[in-house]
Each structure stands twice: as structure tokens, then as C-alpha cells.
């Protein structure tokens, strides 16, 4: 069964510093990129950043270049967020996905989602 199981999210003070975690199972990362995307109220679903397949790839979104890391435990099958320097704009659910490809992309078509958790930044 492929599941993908988003984690550590929670209410950070802006300046503050949150590390999401992505747990697959089903699938191994040798074979997947992840991405992570994030809705916020009103707003649509943006890529924030990604990770290939065997970590061929990263990529960022403009407004997390430098605040946030994306890497992966493949031994684990998890991939993590580090986000710091949060602001109370990197207020959204945030998503996990994969998709079975070795580039990371943004695009919206990935094959699996997580439930998402929740990230909120107080000013």
C-alpha cells in the first residue's frame, strides 16, 4: 500500500524555525521525486520545493531560496523540510508528494499526496 505521511507542523513565532518530514512507504526514493507544495487560505497550491529521485535534483521556490533545506533519509524512505527564518507569508497546509520521475518539477501531477499538515507563523 503507498502512503505518504506528512509531519511537523505546528505554530512557530515569525524568525522561527520548523523541520517537516515526509514518510513514504509503498515506494522507495530511488525510484520517486518528492515535492512539497502549500496552500494557504484563498490562495492556490504553490511548489516550494522538491527533491529528486537518488537526490539528482533540488529545486526551491523564489520565496524559500536560503530559509528553507530540502533533504532525504533513504535508508528511512523520508524526506525532510527544514524551514527557518519562518514568516508569517510561510503560513499554509502543507503537502508532500511524489511522483515517479528522477527530475523534480513543481508541476501539479504528481502521482501520490500526503494529507498535509498545518504551519502557522505569528508575527
Known amino acids: 500500500e503507498v502512503q505518504v505521511v506528512e509531519s511537523g507542523g505546528g505554530l512557530v513565532q515569525a524568525g522561527g524555525s520548523l523541520r517537516l518530514s515526509c514518510a513514504v512507504s509503498?515506494?522507495?526514493?530511488?525510484?520517486?521525486?518528492i515535492g512539497w507544495f502549500r496552500q494557504a487560505p484563498g490562495k492556490e497550491r504553490e511548489g516550494v520545493s522538491c527533491?529528486?529521485?537518488?537526490?539528482?535534483?533540488?529545486d526551491y521556490a523564489d520565496s524559500v531560496k536560503l530559509r528553507f533545506t530540502i533533504s532525504s533519509d533513504r535508508a528511512k524512505n523520508t524526506v525532510y523540510l527544514q524551514m527557518n527564518n519562518l514568516k508569517p507569508e510561510d503560513t499554509a497546509v502543507y503537502y508532500c508528494?511524489?511522483?515517479?520521475?528522477?527530475?523534480?518539477?513543481?508541476?501539479?501531477?504528481?502521482?501520490?499526496w500526503g494529507q498535509g499538515t498545518q504551519v502557522t507563523v505569528s508575527s
Open positions: 527533491i529528486g529521485s537518488r537526490d539528482v535534483s533540488t
Open positions: 509503498g515506494f522507495t526514493l530511488d525510484d520517486y521525486a
Open positions: 508528494a511524489a511522483e515517479r520521475t528522477a527530475y523534480c518539477n513543481f508541476n501539479p501531477w504528481y502521482d501520490y
